[in-house]
């Protein structure tokens, strides 16, 4: 780390939604050639951050400085021209474009005529991909490529300029281990050219690893910047969560009843294979393991969505086939899914409406929908869930993350199923309705209730699950108690290490 | 505060708009000419509406499921034709459920492929457009059908008939209005359109069959295109086989105008019928005023625009776009 | 070239040769003409007639792998056609003699171009969306139509101007011509020049492009400007040969050209297609509709035959591009 002024200086920066301050007065700096982490939970304001910072959100108040010039930046072409370039999570490829179109979009060399100059282009982009060392040239088209070398692709973009800092949004998310040492080979590259990196993920043992500082945000505040060599997960975890981070395990059992579910060398393609494991009345089982290690994909297929390719489905014993989600439920299997919004919840429809869709066949009086059979519903699981909203009429789109969740979970319940799944039950929802929810599930089982949880923060899997299967890679590796788990064991589980051997 | 007020207003706007637009130019076609707001006037529009009205309540259940159909025009043809064939051939008691029958039959094979094998709306009733107009020209011969006896069949009543001194017409199109709203807004299958054109992934993890959803949409908008061939081929007791041509895209207009999302998810019969009403209101008011049919075609075009303008001005806050 | 493009860009090559074969064979022992159907006029007739709904085709596929559609391009044509005709009885025109014609190709074209940057600047402006603001304006443009000349067509036929459109040179008729040349410009321009790259980018991803600085709106105006350039244009190709133009001219043109420019394998969702595809959809449609009326079928079955093969396209394309056994069943 140098002493120069820094590349990057924010001052004060506010940034208000309708309703919400997404960013409350944040201010830190970046030196050039240190790499900064960006720290917080989800929805303390991160991703709000960067967008302000790549030019494609305006702050209402403070100031931004580059090399301690104040700078305005309305556009992302805008910032990066500026030295700024943001490198997005999600990937915002061309998948049918080149990979060479893809890294100039939008400032394709020019010939006369308006033609492109291919010639430049193939050149300059072949000699950036040189720089990154990657396995394909500037004429593949981007949708031939694997998720990890679009991320490549992505990454090369902030090379075309000479950046002063480049914004990593959780650049490691979907690369394997090979991969992620090419990207920090790439990463103290820039170091040295004295480029300053701002760095953003969840992952302790990466930032532990290459980052200078680390600057933690919660609720949209800034809460601090400490020095990576001087601190430990403990006091980073305690500035953005404002407590300690709880791994407590969950030490209530209930008495369990009969095998609600099991299943037995369950199948789907490449996309898990021999999986086995049950549940009982009363007990929670977690999942827990890394985005893609087939956690969601066995939920699917209980619940109808996919088709085994081998395997068994027992409920209560007897071995059922489950072709929709409509059999599912018949089966008194119920789903509440990953993507809250996308497929959780119809977001322009009311909250009673939302939550009695399933059962809307059976709440009629003739052949209209009765209303008072479904207000009755509603205020029955709004009461039992405190689920917070003016009333049945409002637009689910407008409750906050916590009370739309409560809705998908209130819809399940009212179904009264044998077996609830619940798939990331907490994402994106704020510290204080993740207790709730947490509490709920507890309670749920020990209604007799057998339920399923997955998710991939241990804390959470920790905390609600009585057992715990560990999954990689689409294979179940081990299956815990909770008196027996630790934490090592488990990351060591969902990271493909068994006991004796390396997978 | 005012920013609440100025919100709320966007949004009483955005939800009745159409409505206080359509009273608005009620009034001011009324000061206009005396004679717009005469009950014979009134039901002569309503009644010249009906058709292209029964239409559109279908569409309108197409499009909340999230879909497009643009077949029904061509559709309408091919009922029309039928039904006029089949009249000499097999008497009217048997042509009028034997047209009904095969139009809904294609209405199922359209539903079919856009349901159960998911294939594009647009392009699935695009080319359906062009195979039934085949299919009515085929039927046809290319030739235009009469009635023989046109004054002689009980045919006519649907078309030109009256009930306690009201159209025939206007009937069928209050009734299936009233049928179709009831069915959308009360029923457990109405509230299952909206959500598959709301969000047909969440539907399903729902376990709401979209398929048969979509099918049924498709089901119910060939069953009123079948009542429109009725009233049309009734009405004039002969028919050239491209009478419905271009209607599809008129009839979507109405749907838009009632402010039904293309998206899917929102609509309500009631609105269609007001951009129905609003459709035939303007061509009749503005015929009074002297001027020629066409005319409307260009007011209709300023008045889509503007009406999906501002509805989408509302949603997002702002009257420009925010494209670059 | 990878396989699969090759094998999706050739598709549409192999179905009009399957066309030429089975009508060739089919002919020759149904055909109600003497002449066979693989006859040397008989194909150049064919690419003729191909002209009109084939320029409009090649302007929809630009505006489709932007993402957007344009309904209104029937109504253009009619205008375009109208002005054209119209034009050239004015007083000061005729007494340009046949320096006239020029003039009246520029004002048509001009026509088509001020109606198409009409629906551009609607869509960039107001943001709503292309399918709804061009079906407004084609019934807006239909009404335009109708109110220039009344319900009455517009006639007026000027003899240098049908020579000329009449003319073959190298053996090609001055429409296939214009098909041809267009098709060429607009090829070029899809592979070669940023607009076209960019017009690829904003249909394929749309957020991108923006967040890369591509301004979307202006991207947008021009294209809908040079749709309604190229629906001017295939009015004026065909309407320097027939010299009347009826009110009704040009309706269900929109739907003609997007069949063809989707037989040719364009994505309705944007970002993919080629202009050399839907050339091939064109003349695929043509040849359809030439041989069945070669093999003696009615004219009418064209329609349903078409409209059938649209929807197996559909099809196949969906089959072939599943993802297999373990898809999430959505």
Request: aromatic letters at 6%; a negative charge; charged letters at 20%.
């Given at each position: 780390m140098t002493d120069h002024t820094p590349v990057l200086r924010l001052e004060d920066i506010v940034k208000t939604f309708p309703g919400v301050r997404?960013?409350?007065g944040v201010s830190f700096n970046v030196l050039p050639g240190e790499v900064h982490a960006l720290m917080g939970e989800n929805g303390a304001g991160k991703s709000t951050l960067m967008k302000v910072l790549g030019g494609i959100l305006q702050p209402n108040e403070g100031r931004i400085f580059i090399e301690e010039e104040p700078t305005v930046m309305t556009t992302p072409v805008q910032a990066k021209a500026k030295g700024v370039v943001f490198i997005h999570q999600e990937l915002s490829l061309a998948?049918?474009?080149?990979v060479a179109e893809n890294i100039f979009l939008g400032e394709l060399p020019l010939k006369s005529f308006?033609?492109?100059?291919w010639g430049t282009l193939y050149d300059d982009t072949n000699a950036i991909l040189k720089q990154l060392n990657v396995?394909?040239?500037?004429?593949?088209?981007?949708?031939?490529?694997?998720i990890a070398n679009q991320q490549m692709v992505e990454i090369a973009r902030a090379l075309t300029v000479d950046p002063k800092a480049v914004i990593f949004d959780?650049?490691?998310?979907?690369?394997t281990d090979a991969e992620k040492v090419v990207l920090f080979d790439v990463i103290s590259g820039l170091q040295s050219k004295g480029v300053g990196i701002i760095y953003i993920s969840h992952r302790m043992e990466e930032i532990f690893k290459i980052t200078d500082r680390i600057s933690v945000l919660r609720d949209g505040q800034y809460r601090g910047t400490l020095n990576t060599r001087e601190t430990n997960e403990e006091e980073v975890t305690h500035l953005m969560?404002?407590?300690?981070?709880?791994?407590?395990?969950?030490?209530s059992h209930h008495e369990l009843g009969d095998v609600a579910l099991e299943v037995r060398g369950l199948s789907c393609g490449k996309l898990f294979q021999d999986v086995s494991f049950n549940v009982r009345r009363g007990e929670v089982l977690g999942f827990y393991g890394l985005?893609?290690?087939?956690r969601t994909e066995i939920a699917e297929t209980l619940f109808g969505l996919r088709d085994p390719s081998a395997g068994q489905i027992l409920l209560n014993g007897q071995e059922v086939r489950i072709k929709s989600p409509i059999e599912a439920i018949g089966h008194g299997i119920s789903l509440v899914p990953e993507d809250r919004k996308g497929q959780g919840?119809?977001?322009?429809?009311n909250c009673r409406d939302n939550m009695t869709l399933p059962q809307v066949d059976d709440l009629t009086a003739g052949p209209f929908v009765s209303d008072g059979a479904e207000i009755a519903i509603f205020d029955q699981y709004r009461d039992k869930l405190d689920i917070r909203t003016?009333?049945?009429?409002?637009?689910?789109?407008?409750?906050s993350g916590g009370n739309q969740q409560k809705i998908v979970i209130g819809k399940w319940l009212s179904m009264r199923p044998e077996v609830l799944i619940v798939d990331e039950?907490?994402?994106?929802?704020?510290v204080g309705s993740k207790s709730e929810i947490h509490n709920l599930i507890r309670d749920l089982a020990a209604q007799g209730f057998a339920v399923i949880v997955i998710s991939s923060e241990m804390p959470e899997v920790l905390h609600v699950s009585d057992r715990i299967v560990a999954m990689y890679s689409g294979r179940v590796m081990r299956e815990f108690t909770s008196d027996e788990v630790t934490e090592d064991s488990l990351i060591q589980a969902i990271s493909g290490i068994t006991g004796d051997k390396v997978a | 505060m005012a920013e609440l007020t100025k919100r709320g207003i966007g949004e009483v706007l955005a939800k009745q708009g159409i409505l206080i637009a359509f009273v608005v130019f009620m009034i001011v076609f009324a000061l206009a000419n005396?004679?717009?707001?005469a009950i014979d006037n009134i039901s002569g529009v309503i009644r010249s509406s009906a058709i292209l009205g029964v239409m559109a309540l279908g569409v309108t259940f197409v499009v909340i499921g999230g879909n497009l159909d643009l077949s029904v025009g061509s559709m309408m043809s091919f009922s029309t034709i039928v039904v006029l064939d089949l009249h000499d051939k097999i008497g009217p008691t048997l042509a009028i459920p034997a047209m009904f029958g095969l139009t809904m039959a294609l209405g199922a094979f359209i539903g079919f492929l856009?349901?159960?094998?998911?294939?594009n709306s647009l392009i699935v009733t695009l080319g359906m457009l062009s195979a039934i107009h085949g299919l009515t020209l085929t039927w046809s011969g290319g030739q235009n059908m009469d009635i023989a006896d046109k004054a002689g069949t009980w045919f006519s009543v649907f078309g030109q008939g009256r009930v306690a001194g009201v159209p025939v017409p206007i009937l069928i199109f209050a009734g299936l209005a009233i049928v179709l709203s009831l069915v959308l807004s009360k029923t457990p299958f109405g509230r299952k359109v909206y959500a598959v054109g709301g969000n047909g992934k969440a539907a399903t993890f729902s376990g709401i069959p979209r398929a048969r959803i979509v099918f049924m949409t498709y089901l119910i908008s060939s069953f009123c295109v079948a009542c429109a061939g009725l009233l049309q081929a009734s009405r004039s007791l002969g028919s050239q086989?491209?009478?419905?041509?271009?209607?599809e895209l008129e009839v979507l207009a109405a749907v838009i105008l009632g402010?039904?999302?293309?998206?899917?998810?929102s609509g309500t019969i009631f609105k269609t019928v007001i951009g129905v009403l609003i459709l035939g209101f303007i061509q009749n008011g503005l015929l009074l005023m002297g001027?020629?049919?066409?005319v409307q075609y260009v007011v209709t075009w300023l008045i889509i625009i503007l009406a999906v303008w501002l509805d989408i001005a509302a949603k997002r806050g702002r009257f420009w776009s925010q494209i670059a | 070239m990878s396989k699969e493009t090759l094998f999706k860009q050739g598709a549409i090559w192999a179905f009009i040769v399957v066309e030429l074969i089975f009508f060739s064979v089919a002919g020759s022992y149904?055909?109600?003409?003497?002449?066979?159907?693989?006859d040397f006029d008989n194909m150049l007739l064919l690419l003729k007639q191909s002209a009109p709904i084939g320029i409009i085709a090649l302007g929809m596929t630009i505006i489709m792998i932007n993402g957007n559609i344009d309904l209104s391009v029937g109504a253009t044509y009619a205008l375009a056609a109208i002005v054209l005709l119209d034009s050239m009885t004015w007083p000061f025109m005729q007494a340009m003699g046949d320096w006239a014609i020029p003039l009246a190709w520029f004002f048509a074209l001009l026509t088509g171009t001020v109606l198409g940057a009409i629906n551009g600047l609607i869509v960039w402006k107001t943001g709503v969306d292309a399918f709804i603001v061009t079906l407004g304006s084609m019934l807006g443009y239909r009404g335009l139509v109708f109110m220039y000349n009344g319900e009455q067509p517009t006639s007026h036929l000027n003899w240098t101007l049908v020579d000329f459109a009449e003319a073959q040179f190298l053996g090609l008729h001055t429409a296939t011509w214009f098909l041809l040349v267009a098709a060429l410009i607009l090829w070029l321009v899809m592979t070669k020049t940023v607009h076209g790259r960019n017009a690829y980018a904003i249909g394929n991803n749309r957020e991108a492009a923006v967040n890369a600085g591509i301004r979307v709106g202006p991207h947008f105006l021009w294209n809908f400007m040079l749709i309604g350039f190229l629906a001017a244009l295939s009015a004026v190709v065909f309407y320097s040969e027939s010299g009347s133009v009826n009110?009704?001219?040009?309706?269900?043109y929109e739907l003609w050209a997007i069949t063809a420019v989707v037989l040719g394998g364009t994505k309705l969702s944007g970002g993919y297609g080629s202009i050399i595809s839907t050339l091939g959809g064109v003349i695929a449609i043509q040849l359809l509709r030439k041989g069945l009326g070669h093999i003696g079928?009615?004219?009418?079955?064209v329609n349903l035959v078409i409209g059938l093969i649209l929807i197996a396209v559909l099809f196949l394309d969906r089959q072939l591009n599943r993802t297999g056994k373990e898809e999430l069943k959505i």
């Open positions: 997404a960013l409350d998948d049918e474009l080149t308006g033609r492109v100059d396995g394909f040239d500037a004429k593949t088209r981007v949708g031939d490529l694997s959780e650049p490691t998310a979907s690369l969560i404002g407590r300690k981070l709880d791994l407590s395990r969950n030490e985005v893609g290690a087939g919840l119809v977001l322009g429809m003016p009333g049945w009429r409002q637009t689910v789109g407008n409750l039950p907490t994402r994106g929802i704020d | 005396q004679r717009f707001i856009v349901g159960y094998l998911k294939l086989n491209t009478v419905g041509q271009g209607m402010g039904a999302s293309l998206l899917g998810g001027l020629a049919f066409y | 149904l055909s109600v003409s003497d002449s066979a159907f693989m009110p009704n001219d040009g309706m269900l079928a009615d004219t009418e079955t």
